[in-house]
Nanobody
Framework: QVQLAESGVGLVQPGGSLRLSCAASVRFFSIYTMGWYCQAPGKQRELVATIVSGGSTNYADSVKGRFTILRDNAKNTVYLQMNSLKPEDKAVYYC?????????WGQGTQVTVSS
């Protein structure tokens, strides 16, 4: 069983930065594709960024150049560095771990961007 614990709940002003963390309690963390997804009120959950075991990354067009996904396999942790935040980035952000058989989700963490 994989457990994912997000941290980094925040209220930031437009243009500000925030870093989300997701600690995974799992063996062989390095083999999982890790990701961040977001869900705004009234909308479906959507991809923000993913990082595979080899380190290659993929981003939604809306966050390219502003967000960076990183992983620290020694700490079983994936991060989402969020810069130049916009009001439309407001959402609940979910950590995701994709294995060969199952996909696991964290409980989500709220990010609010408001002046």
């Amino acid at each position: 069983q994989v457990q994912l614990a997000e941290s980094g709940v925040g209220l930031v002003q437009p243009g500000g930065s925030l870093r989300l963390s997701c600690a995974a309690s799992v063996r062989f963390f390095s083999i999982y594709t890790m990701g961040w997804y977001c869900q705004a009120p009234g909308k479906q959950r959507e991809l923000v960024a993913t990082i595979v075991s080899g380190g290659s990354t993929n981003y939604a067009d809306s966050v390219k150049g502003r967000f960076t996904i990183l992983r620290d396999n020694a700490k079983n942790t994936v991060y989402l560095q969020m810069n130049s935040l916009k009001p439309e980035d407001k959402a609940v952000y979910y950590c995701n771990a994709e294995g060969s058989v199952r996909v696991y989700w964290g409980q989500g963490t709220q990010v609010t961007v408001s002046s």
